[in-house]
């Protein structure tokens, strides 16, 4: 049996811990109910479970938003579109990345800059596509080889992140609904006073802030290091075969 990783750690279990946490803190602001912190095995493993639980919807959730433009301009940059800016990478590995291009896909996906200005909106689309879906090759390479746990390490990061960023406009969206309702004179609400709510909402967005500026980055930073290290794979393999 697999033992717990640090990506089922980052990607699951403490943004459900956050996230629960969090949600906690909004019920003590409105309910006024009193939430302790598990102290027995028991109460902790429960804990868990509803942080994991938890944990999956935002993982789901947070995949099931790439469908739309405003989340990828934000948070899901293309794999490929991050390559091409990246004019380094570009020059030290596009030979060999267009070498297996062509044997993956027919086709040099890894155009000059200037070539592919001249290309049609159709062509760019498919090249686009095409890259995304060499990296899920490159990706899946390197997972079957075992050679690719320092790039998901910065992956494990990047959900992380990416995880906190929607849990903290699902808290902030909660904190809106919530104050609208404890207006109501039928629901028994308690209305917070504007200094605890106006320092937790101060406290979310600064997080959601923070999580997007290191989001984009760890998902730079995890393209990079998969290219880096297919490329090394790949040359290691061609000087075992060459032996």
Known sequence: MEKFSLYDLLGLLLPGVLFLHFLGIL??????????FPDTGLDLGIYICFSLILGAVL????FYLTQFSFYRKMLYKPTGTIYMDNHKLRNQLGKKMNEISLAWFRKNLFLPQGDESESDK????????????????????LELSKN???????????FFFRQLVLACFILLLLSVVLYGLSCLNGLS????????LTAFASLIILILITS??????????????????FYIYINQLNNKINE
């Open 27 to 36: 019920n003590n602001l409105f309910v006024k109910a009193n939430i302790a």
């Open 59 to 62: 993982y789901s959730a947070s």
């Open 122 to 141: 159709e062509e760019l689309d498919l090249l686009c596509k095409l890259r995304e879906d060499f990296y899920d090759r490159v990706y899946y390479t």
């Open 148 to 158: 690719n746990e320092h790039p998901k390490t910065f992956q494990s990061f990047y």
């Open 189 to 196: 609400l308690s209305k917070p006073d504007w200094g605890s």
């Open 212 to 229: 997007i500026i290191l989001a984009r980055w760890y998902r730079k930073r995890m393209v990079e290091k998969m290219y880096w290290f």
